[in-house]
């Protein structure tokens, strides 16, 4: 559910007209609806504390799926942690609130600067992803005088998710260590004065929308807890990762976060670990959409009809990535038969376009048109490509609106870009 409606045959966000605000901010743009990502959040938190086996498990929000500060101040609020994948998601989630102890830091190929940063502020627990990287943290750790609490990030080699490119769990990606090699580097782990062995974590992958392989990898994960126990070591937290799907409504409805939780509680519930989760898309995706004008409707004579907007795959490359599916509905529709359209962008590429024969109702130049489930891995993707200035983004809270990214001139853009000494000054032609 979100709070993206239609009143009087127009569409809102919360108490917020679209028409309004695409008035005062121009468009292309991006609006977060508050009420829904607190909703998402709730309902995930929610369905997790219905089964008291699992013990309140932390929850660290997914900072790549939408890394906005102001997103992530109204999550933190609600007690969210944040999993981050950078020093720059670190710095966001403490920017926004989110306090160091339920930061978690992930990802194959963090550098000793990232590192050590992370060390220094505090943050809770870094997944470690390979053997060189265990080294590294050590090392960090003893200069500092401190150890450095860690899990090791497992590969369970099941594939899961919704498109090659967001499948992180098979033996062919670059994510986690197989098990084996997970035993090894926990035994080093926990052996190693300068790390504290907190226990493991596994990430499949994203969009999965069959809880069969998440189950089919958490029952490998509860097995190598029993596995590492049996062995003397000491294992109290299990992080499962993000992934869950969302209905981007071209698919069969995804699992809910119920479901989900159930699902958890069949497979670890009775496994006396603290559980935690990284969700990203299931929080943020259906919080947020994208709003355009239509630039010109172009029919060819020979019957493509092209819908040209505003917005282009700079401001949201998921079609162009991952052959993604974004539903797309008119702002203000208009009466009339539903027609075919091409819906492409004004970039200098084929790939420009977010989609072809959807069927819209009728649309004319100056129009709004709104991609939906756009708030996650969305604006946090968008380039300047084209020199098109960075897409804004807009937060919502009842009636109330702020513009929590702005969009940047184009003196400022340009300023970016100091030119080289020997190039300033005036331009002479060579004789
Ligand atoms: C991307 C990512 C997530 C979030 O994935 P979603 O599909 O957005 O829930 C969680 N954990 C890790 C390690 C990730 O890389």
Redo the contacts with the bound molecule.
């Keep these: 559910m979100n709070h993206f409606d239609l009143r009087s045959g127009e569409l809102w966000c919360e108490d917020v007209r679209l028409t309004a605000l695409a008035a005062a901010v121009g468009t292309p743009f991006y609006v977060y609806s508050s009420a829904t990502l607190e909703r998402h959040y709730r309902v995930f938190r929610e369905a997790l504390d219905a089964f008291p086996r699992l013990g309140s498990p932390r929850i660290?929000y997914?900072v790549?799926?939408n890394s906005n500060l102001s997103v992530l101040a109204t999550l933190g609020r609600l007690g969210a942690g944040a999993?981050t994948?950078s020093e720059g998601e670190i710095r966001r989630a403490l920017a926004a609130g989110i306090p160091a102890e339920r930061v978690?830091y992930?990802?194959v190929g963090k550098t000793a600067a990232e590192l050590a940063f992370a060390l220094d502020a505090g943050v809770d627990q870094i997944?470690i992803e390979s053997e060189p990287e265990l080294t590294l943290i050590a090392d960090l750790a003893r200069r500092r005088g401190r150890r450095a609490a860690v899990v090791i990030?497992v590969n369970p080699d099941v594939g899961a998710?919704g498109h090659a490119k967001?499948s992180?769990g098979t033996r062919e990606s670059k994510?986690g260590v197989s098990l084996a090699e997970a035993e090894r580097l926990y035994g080093l782990a926990a052996a190693s004065p300068d790390l504290k062995a907190l226990g493991v974590?596994c990430?499949i992958?994203?969009?999965?929308t069959d809880l069969a392989p998440l189950a089919r990898a958490f029952a490998l994960m509860r097995q190598f807890v029993e596995r590492l126990r049996a062995g003397g070591r000491t294992v109290d937290r299990l992080?499962l990762?993000?992934?869950?799907?969302v209905p981007y409504f071209n698919q069969p409805d995804p699992p809910t976060p119920l479901d989900f939780a159930a699902m958890v509680d069949e497979v670890v519930g009775d496994l006396d670990v603290d559980l935690a989760?990284?969700?990203?898309?299931?929080?943020?995706?259906n919080a947020g959409i994208l709003v355009s004008r239509v630039i010109h409707v172009h029919e060819r004579p020979e019957g493509r009809r092209f819908l040209v907007l505003d917005a282009a795959m700079n401001d949201l490359i998921r079609p162009a990535m991952y052959d993604a599916y974004h539903d797309i509905r008119a702002v203000s529709p208009r009466t009339g038969a539903l027609t075919p359209y091409d819906v492409v962008g004004p970039v200098c590429e084929t790939g420009d376009t977010f989609t072809r024969d959807r069927l819209l109702p009728p649309l004319a130049s100056g129009d709004l048109v709104a991609f939906m489930s756009a708030g996650?891995?969305g604006a946090v993707m968008s380039s300047e490509y084209n020199t098109r200035p960075l897409i804004p983004e807009v937060l919502v809270r009842g009636e109330d609106w702020a513009v929590v990214r702005p969009r940047p001139s184009y003196e400022a853009m340009l300023a970016r870009e100091p030119p080289a000494p020997w190039l300033s000054g005036s331009v002479t032609t060579a004789t």
């Design positions: 660290a997914a790549k799926a999993d994948v978690v992930s990802g997944n990030r998710g967001i992180t994510f974590a990430h992958g994203s969009q999965i992080d990762g993000g992934g869950l799907g989760f990284e969700p990203g898309r299931v929080i943020a995706a996650a891995y």
